[in-house]
């Protein structure tokens, strides 16, 4: 089946440092979405992408819709130490149809230390 | 109230039992799903309905057998439990417009 490759597997960073985290496929995805699942909780929306190329921030987080359609990546900007947690990447390929399966990558843990 | 609401939120059991989680939503959302995480944290899809219909099925074994009774229920059903069934199973909701899913809080589920 379609695989996620996501990287890196976890990070530990200070408080206050930048954060990136990419994720590639195989495939052509249609849509890239970045969740963030914190313990004992499910994933939760933090940004969702459409469109070859666009950049959509969200707070101190930004993401981006490769232009090769096979890539995204997530940045986290002056990381505070709430941004502990699990962020996945998740994909819709370009044969998928309407009804919205999804493909996970397989997570960054992130630690962030005060 | 919680949009995306599973029960139970922890359940222990033996090998061979049967057991049910349900999973309720309040969206008005046309399409539910399960999801399997395991202890790598890895989410897999194993069930898609579309307004009660079944629509995404991803080899899942038979044992395991989802029901939707409504739109707004989807339930999942497990027979004869096995060790390698533990895990945490999560339901999660889409709107039509958009494929920005809704997950509920998880079911814990730990077979001894």
């Known amino acids: 089946g379609q695989q996620l490759n996501q990287s890196p597997q976890s990070m530990f960073i200070q408080e206050g440092e930048d954060v990136s985290m990419n994720c590639t496929s195989s495939?052509?995805?249609?849509?890239w979405l970045w969740y963030k699942q914190e313990p004992g909780e499910g994933p939760v929306l933090l940004i969702a992408?459409?469109?070859?190329?666009e950049l959509t921030s969200n707070g101190r987080l930004t993401a981006q819709f490769g232009i090769t359609r096979k890539d995204s990546f997530l940045n986290i900007s002056a990381s505070i130490p709430s941004d502990v947690g699990i962020y996945f990447c998740a994909g819709r390929n370009a044969g998928g149809t309407s009804y919205g399966k999804l493909t996970f990558g397989q997570g960054t843990i992130l630690t962030v230390h005060p | 109230d919680t949009a995306v609401s599973q029960t139970p939120k922890y359940l222990v059991t033996q090998m061979g039992n049967d057991k049910s989680i349900k999973c309720e939503q309040n969206?008005?959302?046309?399409?539910m799903y399960w999801y399997k995480q395991d202890s790598k944290k890895f989410l897999k899809i194993m069930f898609s309905?579309?307004?009660?219909?079944?629509?995404i099925n991803e080899t899942v074994p038979n044992r395991f057998s989802p029901k939707s009774p409504d739109k707004a229920h989807l339930n999942l059903h497990i027979n004869s439990l096995e060790l390698g069934d533990s895990a945490v199973y999560f339901c999660?909701?889409?709107?039509?417009?958009?494929?920005?899913?809704?997950f509920g809080s998880g079911t814990r589920l730990t077979v001894v």
């Open positions: 309905y579309n307004n009660k219909e079944l629509i």
């Open positions: 495939s052509i995805f249609n849509t």
């Open positions: 999660a909701t889409k709107p039509t417009d958009h494929y920005g899913y809704t």
């Open positions: 969206l008005g959302h046309d399409t």
């Open positions: 992408l459409y469109k070859a190329g």
